[in-house]
């Protein structure tokens, strides 16, 4: 056994820290039979000093608000950070490093939040991870910029990744990276696992790009070492990032996959599968490790690693009794700044939100959500965010909010602002034309608390963000999405811009709540449940056109909304032989179908349905009063895919939707030639009825 003996390797703790992240992670992938050995080896190092000498964490308490936060980017990587989380000491115990990937374990393939003390994100889909890092660190200037006084840094934090090839790859990376440049975010740090392999091949297969050149140009600033297992070259180019205070950094390690690995070191052989026992016994000979037992930490790297737990107790401690002090001499401050952090909603937060009066001709519920917004965001600090590109479609800017931009800039005159200033301290992003960047800086601000953010676009380029939407649920973030131009009836931009797949492919995003509400008044209750949902993203779907403001005298209340669906306008006695179910702008129509049907002695009740996901939660019993089994005469009238309606109309119901793309004319000339007209309902129910 080629051992040196532990007096030895105390003289070279470092190494020995070193290759028991490296060698946890071999034997756990080797015991799962399933994993990414490849990343931890190379990347070991620079995880290493990372969490020794410089992160601010406190493994006793992995939820301490100023704590630096760390994301695993490239999440294949996921033993690395079990190790890390094992050995300094949080609620991850060698058992279950042994049961990496297993069913029940807290250690899956993947990081996921929630799930495993410490993990901040879920990551494995390269470039989120990069993405919302950028919103944590926002979220940190953000909140720094509100709360903190002269002499009271209370929310003072770095944000960290380790990044991949794979992640700088991905689109999402460039957009987060531009507009992370651009914000000037001193404290957000990267380091590049540079190790010029992928999963399928050497990265210069595919990328080949200066990456230091790259992110330069991004306004970062950037640090190189040559050789990532130079302890003291990382601790160097950390401390620079550190001081560098306007721009990001990116601090490119040269490392190799599968490090210490003889015949597996620099292939992609060793990215994604167990090394293979023989090749782990010839590892661990190579590096001076014990070939047994498997999971071994040597009392010395142990012993050092878990100073963290000793040192986080007095960074929080010491933290608390400034936050003690600061709380004295600011108690107004100090009680909004818990209230954000708590995810409380402030009392009378709901007090000004407009009762909008009926009126035929109405509003489009864009509009009717802005103004909703704009009366709930002076009392709800804690709402942030603002639109890709698309404010003045989506109604989204919280006017005299300040606009999120990095201080030092006037712009008071600025086209496009919101008002109130430019600074930090801001509650309006702007984006940029960045959906992607966007989902994943909204999962950022969320995850890191203290914030609420939305984000708005039109429906058709939610697609453009889907893949942090569905993150956002996983993670059961509390993100909202603005989502406008609903349909077809967006009129004369044509089919490129009218969703009509979205809403169906949303609604099929587990957790996700997607309401499409059919006037002012169902928008405001939206909004309300919106912020209530504290666990869960939620999608507003709304109108570009007008909407009349329904007569709530004549109509049942808005409020039914919160049940996901509700009798809008009954039949005779409660006793319905046809009903017509609609969400969004098509209510309107199954009103005026249903006046027109009255008339001719039908007994129809009209269903207002803005959300499925919050109908489907309510008991049987409500759900069949609404919906009687008894009658089966159902039309679904909604403009878009028919696909999912006939759970909710039957077998024997009828579906008025869009299931073919839209066309370019205006909205109203588009609903009549899509078959949206009264006329065409009716035919549609007595069809039914016969
Ligand atoms: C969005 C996305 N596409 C594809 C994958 C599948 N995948 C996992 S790791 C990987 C290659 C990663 O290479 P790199 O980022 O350099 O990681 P390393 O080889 O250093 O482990 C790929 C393609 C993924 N996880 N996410």
Known sequence: MNWRSSSDLTSDLDELCINTLRFLSVDAVQKANSGHPGLPMGAAPMAYVLWTHFLKHNPANPGWVDRDRFILSAGHGSMLLYALLHVTGYGVPLEQIEQFRQ?????????????????????????QGFGNGVGMAMAEAHLAARYNRAGFDIIDHFTYAIVSDGDLMEGIASEAASLAGHLKLGKLIYLYDDNRVTLSA???IAFTEDRAQRFDAYGWHVESIDDGNDVRALDEALHAARAESTRPSLIVVRTHLGYGSPNKQDTFEAHGSPLGSEEVRLTKRNLGWPENP??????????????????????????????????????????????????????????????????????????????????????????IGGSADLDPSTYTALTGMGDFEPPGANALDREGSAGGGWSFAGRNVHFGVREHGMGAILNGLAAHGATVPFGATFLIFSDYMRPPIRLAALMELHVIYVFTHDSIALGEDGSTHQPVEQLAGLRSVPRLIVIRPCDANETAVAWRVALESRHRPVALILTRQPVPTLDRRRFASADGLRRGAYVLLDARDGKPELILIATGSEVTLAVAAASKLLAQQVQVRVVSMPSWKLFDAQPVEYREAVLPPSVTARLAVEAGASQGWHRYVGNRGDVLGVDRFGASAPGDVLLREYGFTVDSVCRRAFAMLQ
């Open 202 to 204: 050497a990265s210069g």
């Open 294 to 383: 498997p999971f071994f930490i040597p009392d010395a790297a142990l012993t050092h690693f878990r100073r963290a737990v000793e040192r986080g107790t007095r960074a929080e401690a010491a933290w608390t009794s400034r936050y003690s002090a600061y709380a004295q001499a600011f108690p107004d401050l100090a009680r909004e700044l818990e209230q954000v952090i708590a995810g409380d909603m402030p009392a009378n937060w709901d007090e000004d939100i407009p009762l909008f009066p009926a009126d035929d001709k109405g509003i489009a519920t864009r509009v009717a959500s802005g103004k909703v917004m704009n009366a709930i965001a002076p009392r709800m600090p804690a709402l």
């Open 103 to 127: 069913w029940g374990s807290i250690t899956p393939g993947h990081p996921e939040r929630g799930l495993t003390p410490g993990v901040e994100m879920t990551t494995g889909p390269l470039g």
